[in-house]
Every structure is written in C-alpha cells, then in structure tokens.
C-alpha cells in the first residue's frame, strides 16, 4: 500500500495485556514497526515484549487488532480524539437505573432508594414493568393492581425520578421466569416471530434453504412484518398502560438487551432514546455491546443510545463493587466516557451510598438529566414530549374501552368474574322488581276488598 510504503510490517503476533491492562484472552495483532515521528498512542504486551497497537502519523493512522472485542474499545475510544484531531470533552456523563420494577416490587424498598438519589440531588432512572406474568401459573399481575407502588413511583416521579419503559411484559413464553426475554425467542435463539406462545413456532430458515436470494429475502421481510406486529402491540400496551397510571415514560430499555435490528428500527417509531447495551446479532442475542458515549449507533435507526457501562451491584458476590471499581477505572481514562450503571431496588439501600460514592469519585463528573434535553415517546393514542428544562407534556387520547379489553385479554379469569358479577346483579335488580309488582299487586287487592 503506497501510504504506508515506509512502514514495516512484521507479521502476526500475540498480545496479553493492552496499556497494561490484562486481557481475558490472547488477541492476535500484526506487529508493525512505523516510521521516524510516529506517535504510538496505544501499546500491547506478551511476555515483557511491547507491541504498537493504535500508531498516527500525520492524517495516517494503524491499528492492529484484525478484530475489535469489548476489552480493546477502551483504547480505541480513548484514541478517537487524537486519531481525528478532536479536543477531548472535560466531563463524564453518569446515571443510575433502578431496574427492574414491577408489580411485585416492595413499595418500601423502592421508595427508600429512590428518596436517597433525590435527596442527594442525583437525576435518577426507573425502568418499570407495567404486567408481573407469573412463570408457574401464567397469571397476569398489572401494575394498576398495586396503588401504592404506583402512588410511591408518582411520588419519585415529581422528585426528579424519570420512567423508562422496561418493555411490558419482560416475558415472551410463560415458562421463563417473571424477568425473562420479551423481544427474543431465547429458546430458539431467534427473533419473535409468532405472538402464539402455546406452541414452539419453527426455528428460522436460512439462505440454503432457498433456491435464490430473492425467496430467502421475501422469506425475511415476511418475518420481519410478523416481529414488527408483536413488537408494535407490546410498546403499544407499555406506553398506554404507563400513561393511563400518570407515568411517563422518556425512554425504553429491552429486557435482558435482547432485540434483533428489526426490532430496534420498529421501536425508533416510538422512541427517542433506548437505554443500556445493543444487541449486534440478528442470530444471537449473547452477541452485544455498547459503545462508551451516548451515541446514535446505525443499527438503533436514529435513536440516541445511553449505554450501561458498569454493569451492577451483585450483593451475592464477596465483593460485589470490584467489578465496577474495574470498569470505572479503565472508563476514567477514556474522556467524555459515559458511566451508565443499574440498581435493583430489592437490595434495599445498603450497597447504594457506596455506589454513588465510587461514581463521584471519577474527576469531572456530571449526572445525565434527561429533563434537560429534548425526547419523544409516542403511540397511537399518546405523545409524550420532553423539551429541554420544561415541563414534560402529554397528549392522550386513550380508550377506556380499549384498556378494559385489553386487561379481559391478559386475565382471562377476571372476564369470568365480570359475568359472573353481571349475571348476580341482574338476578338481584330481577327479583327487586319482581317484589315491587308483587308489593303494588298485594295492596291493589287490599284497597279491592277494603273497597
């Protein structure tokens, strides 16, 4: 290659450790030696010898690795600035989400934590599960049910709390637990392509099993139509039922990240903002990542990614801070970087103040508060907008009959009970009106005889 005719390229080696960083696995690199000047921004190491990883010279640049993993994105990212002749940003962006809160969270542990990040002045995030599904019975438990958690979520979020849209269900099959995959088949490993969950729908054809790529492809725009239809239904009945409770969401999170590239394009529809990680496979929802700013990545079709970044607090682990302590240790040198984490409200309020504490700790750091940029959250019957530091505004339009069937849909039981309430009561008002004819017909006959 006539631009890099003065650099020498060695061949294939391995490295270790990257900027000193222990690696989990052996990455493969080509070794190149650069000319006079270069500037070496990055550097890999195997056994005591040292390898250029990210090298510029002049408008040139190399890096080395043939293939990115999440453990080299920390030096490529800190290396964009220099690489594209950018001044780094001076601030960290950080947030807490307090996850997972359905209608069987404890409105007293949930209260607690979300009073503490208020009252310390801290911008704060709850992803909200409007339907419990349980995984033995297939009961549906509806948020509504539980009028103190929704007056405690009401309450926090007047306080500067903000609802993410957690999916509706967190569940595609009643066998998976009560927090399983919502928008990925995990039991075939493939995008949702029936709403049928009584029966396993069949594992998704590929490219041989058709005899041109023009039958293979509308093969795959009839999938796509068929996840776009669940997925619509889904966002639909999340934003509405949230909405009808006076809770509105900025933003959704896919359960577990789990969604295909379709699926992000449909929920583009109704969200501005998504957070958490992206699934990068259409055939394997264990492949994901995120990058470490808040971004619009290509494949979440315009909308604007907060990736999560630290992971959590594990309470079942001895040490449940070090994996966050690593991960803010290596975010710290990547400038602008977002420190994105979750918090699960049944913990309580023990390993929360430490958590903070370590996010405060990172140099330059400032809490993302939504409430200060501008986001859309729209259905067919509701839009929600949020303009920068205004108040958040609301147009609905839903129908309460819309809303009865669809709880008749997810608690079959209770149309049973509404028949059984309808056919008692006009029993009651039959025989009511029964003993006032018979009353008026038993003094008729009185006056009758008296006469």
Same mark, same amino acid.
């Given at each position: 290659?006539?631009?890099? /005719? ?29 000319? &006079? ?12 010898e040292r390898f250029p990883f990210i090298v510029k010279k002049g408008k040139l640049s190399y890096i080395a690795a043939t293939a990115f993993r999440t453990e080299t994105k920390y030096s490529v990212s800190q290396s964009l600035y220099s690489l594209l002749d950018q001044k780094p ?8 989400? @307090? ?8 409105? /007293? ?8 990040l208020s009252e310390h002045n801290i911008p704060f995030y709850m992803a909200v599960i409007p339907v419990y599904v349980n995984s033995e019975t297939g009961e549906y438990t509806t948020l509504a049910s539980n009028k103190k958690l929704v007056r405690v979520l009401k309450e926090l ?29 995990? /039991? ?46 889904? @966002? ?16 959704? &999170? ?72 690593? /991960? ?31 996010? &405060? ?6 809490? @993302?508060?939504?409430?200060?940029t501008e986001q859309t959250v729209q259905s067919d019957h509701v839009k929600i907008k949020q303009e920068k530091d205004k108040p958040i505004q609301v147009t609905s339009s839903i129908n309460g009959y819309k809303l009865f069937f669809q709880n008749i849909k997810e608690r079959p ?15 009651? @008002? ?22």
């Amino acid at each position: 290659m006539q631009p890099y /005719k003065q650099w020498k390229f060695v061949g294939p080696e391995s490295i270790r450790k990257l900027d000193n960083d222990s690696l989990e696995t052996i990455l493969s690199i080509i070794h190149v030696i650069p000319p &006079e000047e270069s500037e070496i921004l990055s550097t890999g190491e195997n056994l005591g010898e040292r390898f250029p990883f990210i090298v510029k010279k002049g408008k040139l640049s190399y890096i080395a690795a043939t293939a990115f993993r999440t453990e080299t994105k920390y030096s490529v990212s800190q290396s964009l600035y220099s690489l594209l002749d950018q001044k780094p940003p001076d601030v960290h962006q950080a947030y807490i989400r @307090l996850e997972d809160i359905s209608p069987i969270t404890d409105p /007293k542990l949930l209260k607690e934590t979300g009073e503490y990040l208020s009252e310390h002045n801290i911008p704060f995030y709850m992803a909200v599960i409007p339907v419990y599904v349980n995984s033995e019975t297939g009961e549906y438990t509806t948020l509504a049910s539980n009028k103190k958690l929704v007056r405690v979520l009401k309450e926090l979020q007047k306080r500067g709390g903000m609802i993410i849209a957690h999916g509706y269900t967190h569940s595609y099959r009643h066998e998976e637990t009560g927090e399983g995959f919502e928008f990925w088949d995990a /039991k075939l490993n493939q995008k949702i392509i029936t709403k049928n969950t009584d029966e396993t729908p069949p594992k998704m054809k590929n490219s041989l099993d058709f005899t041109s790529e023009e039958e293979y492809q509308k093969y795959l725009n009839k999938m796509n139509r068929l996840e776009k239809e669940y997925i619509d239904e889904k @966002l639909t009945n999340s934003i509405e039922h949230l909405t009808q409770l006076g809770l509105y969401p900025i933003a959704f &999170e896919a359960p577990h990240y789990a969604m295909s590239p379709n699926g992000y394009h449909v929920t583009s529809e109704y969200f501005s903002s998504i957070f958490g990680q992206v699934q990068l496979s259409d055939e394997n929802w264990e492949v994901m990542s995120a990058p470490l700013f808040a971004s619009k990545p290509a494949i979440t079709s315009g909308m604007t990614l907060y990736p999560e970044t630290i992971g959590f607090i594990d309470p079942t682990l001895s040490d449940p801070y070090q994996e966050m302590e690593t /991960k803010l240790k290596q975010l710290e040198k990547v400038p602008g970087s977002m420190i994105g984490g979750f918090y699960h409200p049944y913990i309580g309020l023990k390993y929360l103040p430490h958590m903070v504490e370590l996010i &405060e700790s990172v140099p330059n750091v400032e809490w @993302l508060d939504l409430r200060k940029t501008e986001q859309t959250v729209q259905s067919d019957h509701v839009k929600i907008k949020q303009e920068k530091d205004k108040p958040i505004q609301v147009t609905s339009s839903i129908n309460g009959y819309k809303l009865f069937f669809q709880n008749i849909k997810e608690r079959p039981f209770d149309l049973v009970l509404w028949v059984l309430a309808i056919i008692v009561s006009l029993t009651i @008002l039959v025989f009511f009106f029964y003993i006032l004819g018979l009353r008026a017909r038993l003094r008729k006959r009185l006056f009758e005889e008296r006469n």
